[in-house]
């Protein structure tokens, strides 16, 4: 640390330096990420509650309401009026608090875990910090979680199944309603990932897309991993965990004498209010109509860029159920397009099973710029 501070004017200047080495979601270029720029209304509403911190929540009682209302209002798009839960840093953090919940509710020793071969890495952290036998299930062709997979998988050690409602890689809605069936019969704890498709797909069936139940409509569903800072267009970090039942909260719950909330059930103790009252404004402003017509858009130039890999004669792996688009070349490898792609600045990602391009069409993803993209995309193939 230097002796002396450096300017205001200075800093920024070094800051500014910095940011130029960053990849920008405007530029169009990022194609591989499930985020995107924040909305400027989530952005300003960020900012108006940088001290609050809701690891002490009667200290901030207005933010408090927030994140209660904010957890309200997305229970009702996801089948459930009343729900429970906490706006927190993302997917990893609530897919960690609804293995640790289900956990401690079975009360079993050397607990198991069942994850589709798709679920997100999170679901590792989650084994090896819960001490938690993870059993993956395999998926069927269409590579959705196969449910005679799950059937062989279960056993008296079991103490919750996961499904995935978009997926990571493909954008896959696992079967649900069968997991929902299933685990009700055994008295076993669902938790659906929808880290993803959370913030689309309620909007897309509201367009009368053909797209399979997966939220607390199901009476089998115990919680819900849901993402603002995904399709919700919440600032980063902002995720969301989302609890049928307030008792899955209880049973992972410490006490906090010295705070003014007696006890916690998050994994983070200090936690930012902005991201609830980020969440909260969005919510509010966008409205379901402003999500439907945000989820039509990105649905519309994922069309746009099927028609467009079709034409080039390249392989789609899977037809896509939502803004996930993964594809491959008879003439190069996956790793020899990828590098090509990015050699031309385009950012794109490389799916693990199966290994494919893959490519999502976030909010940020204009139909100028796809259009960008497949003319680099079939110069890349034409001459290749």
Known sequence: MDKQGLSREEVFQELQGYQKQDLTHRSGKILGSMCTCPHEVGRDAYSM?????????????????????????????????????????????????????????????????????????????????LCLKIKEAELDSNYKMDLGSVEELLSDKTVAVVGVAGTTELGK???????????????????????????????????????????????GVCSITIDPHKMGLAPIPTGCILFRDEKYLDVMSIETPYL??????????????????????????????????LAKKCMEITKTLVHGIRELGLELIT?????????KSKKMSIDELAQKLNDREWAVSISSYPRAIRIIVMPHINKEHINKFLADLKQITVNY
């Open 173 to 219: 809605i696992d079967p649900i309603q069968d997991l929902s069936k299933l685990c009700q019969e055994r008295n076993i704890y669902l938790h659906v990932d929808a880290a993803f498709g959370g913030f689309i797909i309620p909007f897309l069936k509201e367009l009368d897309y053909d797209l399979p139940n997966f939220d607390f409509s199901l009476d």
């Open 49 to 129: 509650f940088l001290e609050s911190n809701l690891g002490d929540p009667g200290l901030f009682t207005g933010t408090q309401r927030l994140e209660n209302e904010s957890i309200d209002i997305i229970g009702s798009f996801l089948g459930l009026n009343k729900v429970f839960g906490h706006i927190i840093t993302g997917g990893t953090e609530a897919n960690i608090m609804a293995m640790r919940a289900a956990r401690n509710y079975s009360g079993i020793k050397n607990p198991e875990i069942i994850v589709p071969k798709s679920a997100h890495f999170s679901f590792k952290k989650a084994s090896d910090m």
């Open 319 to 327: 037809e896509p159920e939502l803004n996930i688009v993964a594809f």
């Open 260 to 293: 003014t909330e007696k006890r916690q059930s998050t994994i983070v103790g200090t936690r930012s209010g902005a991201s609830a009252a980020a969440t909260w404004a969005l919510l509010k402003y966008m409205g379901k109509e402003g999500y439907m017509a």
